[in-house]
């Protein structure tokens, strides 16, 4: 949602500003990103600064104080309401960050020095309701696009995600009904090229006893390197160690 007015009419900034020091600042800023950011160095009381803002279902408003010194007011009051009954009124003496959830609307955003000399920053953040839907997008682990069991004759590849990046693969390659060998091994997935490299590479020999429980498990090596690559429904995989799947095609099996 956009800012309607950046600052209110420099008769209030002038208004604001009497009483101050000679040496007295309060004033403001935009930042690049949107942020409206007031400074206050050796402030007097009443100096003041206002806009008006305008807040969509969803959005968070988020007030960080870097206030070293006295103290400043951040009051919002929702258009058609009284300024007795402002849905946000915080009084930041110190350093922290505050988060509000306040109804949809047009608002007159107010800050206030309420102590004499008065230093220090408040920043004055929104972050939208769409914003934070691609950004929870955005968090999701694009291997959840790949996941589940990719097989080829008596080879399967379980893919996991992992993290907020990286696939998790689990090879379970059969040799007998009561031994096969285990890889496992992770690596980031890169979104261009749909390849996983992977440096961590566990590959175990595993003996079952008649009753489906583990009888051995013995570590070949560790630290094997190799690389997946997912296309469409099927995945390749080369083993640097052994080349143990060349001229394999893994098809997708659920």
Known sequence: MKKLIHILSAALL??????????????????????????????DIKSAVATEYDI????????TSEVTKGGITVKMIRGGSSAETPAVSWEFTEAGTTDYQVDPGSYLVSFESTQKHTTG??????THSETKAEDEGDTQNPTMNFVGTYAKDRCSILVEAQGQNNAKFTVMWGSSAAEH???TMSGKLDTETLTVDYTDCVKKDVVFKEDGTIDTETVIYENGTGTFKFDGSTLTWTDNNENA???MVFEYAN
Request: hydrophobic residues 45%.
């Open 14 to 43: 002038a208004v604001s500003m009497a009483g101050c020091s000679s040496n007295a600042i309060f004033s403001d800023e935009i930042a690049e990103n949107g942020d409206l950011i007031v400074t206050a160095e050796n402030a």
């Open 181 to 183: 060998s285990e890889w």
């Open 245 to 247: 799947a060349d001229g």
């Open 121 to 126: 920053k408040i920043t004055f953040h929104i």
């Open 56 to 63: 969509a279902e969803g959005d968070t408003v988020t007030v």
